[in-house]
Nanobody
């Protein structure tokens, strides 16, 4: 497991943008598949986006496709989630997760991710 640390988040009006960042303490994330998940109040945690370690294959939940972009900067050992055109229904705690066992494919089930960030609140006001 790696220690995953998240930054970013906050309060934004509908239509606005935010960027979340995720890095690891003491270990490179460059070959790991990385994912973003979110959990809204009263709901189960759900998949948002993922990017493979090798090849940069990306996959998005339908609810965020064309609005969110997942990317990685291996020099900075950081994974990003750029969120544009935010909606009130995007309000949730967002989690970054690392899948150390897969490098070229992306998975959407949280059971495949073995290291998780602390979570960061994103609130979108109407």
């Amino acid at each position: 497991q790696v220690q995953v640390v998240q930054t970013g988040g906050g309060l934004v009006q509908a239509g606005g943008s935010l960027r979340l960042s995720c890095t690891a303490s003491g270990r490179t994330l460059s070959t790991y598949t990385m994912g973003w998940f979110r959990q809204a109040p009263g709901k189960e945690r759900e998949f948002v986006a993922a990017i493979s370690g090798i090849g940069g294959v990306t996959y998005y939940a339908d609810s965020v496709k064309d609005r969110f972009t997942i990317s990685r900067d291996n020099v900075k050992n950081t994974v990003y989630l750029q969120m544009n055109s935010l909606k009130p229904e995007d309000t949730a705690i967002y989690y970054c997760a690392a899948d150390s066992k897969r490098t070229t494919v992306v998975v959407t089930s949280e059971r495949f991710y073995d290291s998780w960030g602390q979570g960061t609140q994103v609130t979108v006001s109407a």
